[in-house]
């Protein structure tokens, strides 16, 4: 039996390279602009043949999150990633969830939460969690067509549960 426990302060692109292809693969889709708070702890057996099982937990503070759709400015959350999910069902991809917790921050300028959101299954990916926003109706004009709509005043407050199978490979 092993036991690895990596506590540190580190460079998202830093990072990546010391995990598996598979995930790694998921994660270089992303990136933060400065270092996170991390730890990663890996166990298992030397001679098994299934993989070790592993856990990794993060806090972002205040930071710049670049993901494919965008960039989250003023970013701030606790993230966790774990191969076993389900106990007995194996450290696998498919026993794989991804959690995000107080997830806040800024997305062309509107602010938003999400209290938690969880990512199941890297196969198969299924994304459920909480979405909120409350802000001026105006700041949709930088996302919305000016030919399409145009907002002059108002408020716009948002309280949605999410719940989406996603299609695309992460």
């Known amino acids: 039996n092993f036991a690895i426990a990596l506590v540190t302060n580190i460079l998202w692109r830093n990072m ?3 995990l598996s292809p598979n995930i790694s693969k998921v994660l270089n889709k992303f990136d933060l602009k400065n270092p996170a708070d991390g730890s990663c702890i890996i166990t298992g057996q030397w001679d098994a043949a299934e993989n070790p099982e592993i856990t990794i937990k993060a806090k972002i503070r205040n930071n710049l999150f670049k993901t494919p759709d965008g ?3 003023n970013c701030s959350f606790n993230g966790e990633y ?3 999910y ?3 069902k194996g450290n696998t991809d498919p026993n794989s969830i991804i959690v995000f917790k107080n997830f806040k921050g800024n997305y062309l300028k509107i602010p938003f939460e999400m209290p938690i959101v969880k990512i199941i299954d890297l196969k198969k990916p299924v994304a459920s969690g ?8 105006e700041k949709l004009n930088e996302l919305i067509n000016k030919k399409l709509f145009e907002f002059y005043t108002g408020q716009a407050k948002i309280n949605l549960f999410l719940f989406i199978l996603i299609l695309l490979k992460i």
């Open 82 to 84: 774990n191969n076993h």
């Open 130 to 137: 909480k979405f909120k926003s409350d802000f001026e109706i």
């Open 16 to 18: 990546t390279p010391l």
């Open 86 to 88: 389900v106990p007995g």
């Open 71 to 73: 960039i989250v400015s």
